[in-house]
């Protein structure tokens, strides 16, 4: 019904910079949020930032400062563009979409690790 794919995770040493994409296809009429989810090992899932269909825009403070997120609405797409990167980033990375009615979507997950 609704596919997600996400790419742009990497290796990268602390200090770099990435950018996540998620590309949303299928049904996808109404959305009211995209954004990103993270979850290290050993660790509980993490929300690290939202994109309302408003363009409202909310962050962890873990990453206030160093992560932005947009979105392309003609590609129906949305960005994590992470900066600064510091190893306690390191996780996989989860894209997601909630519709105003009938459900949420995840991606697959993309690996970011931030390592010397």
């Known amino acids: 019904q609704v596919r997600l794919v996400e790419s742009g995770g990497g290796l990268v040493q602390p200090g770099g910079s990435l950018r996540l994409s998620c590309a949303a296809s299928?049904?996808?009429?109404?959305?009211?949020?995209m954004g990103w989810y993270r979850q290290a090992p050993g660790k509980q899932r993490e929300l690290v930032a939202t994109?309302?269909?408003?363009?409202?825009?909310n962050y962890a403070d873990s990453v206030k400062g160093r992560f932005t997120i947009s979105g392309d609405n003609a590609k129906k797409t949305v960005y994590l563009q992470m900066n600064s990167l510091k190893p306690e980033d390191t996780a996989v990375y989860f894209c997601?979409?909630?519709?105003?009615?009938?459900?949420?979507?995840w991606g697959q997950g993309t690996q970011v690790t931030v390592s010397t």
């Open positions: 997601y979409l909630v519709k105003v009615v009938g459900g949420t979507y």
């Open positions: 299928g049904n996808i009429f109404s959305i009211a949020v």
């Open positions: 994109l309302s269909s408003g363009g409202t825009t």
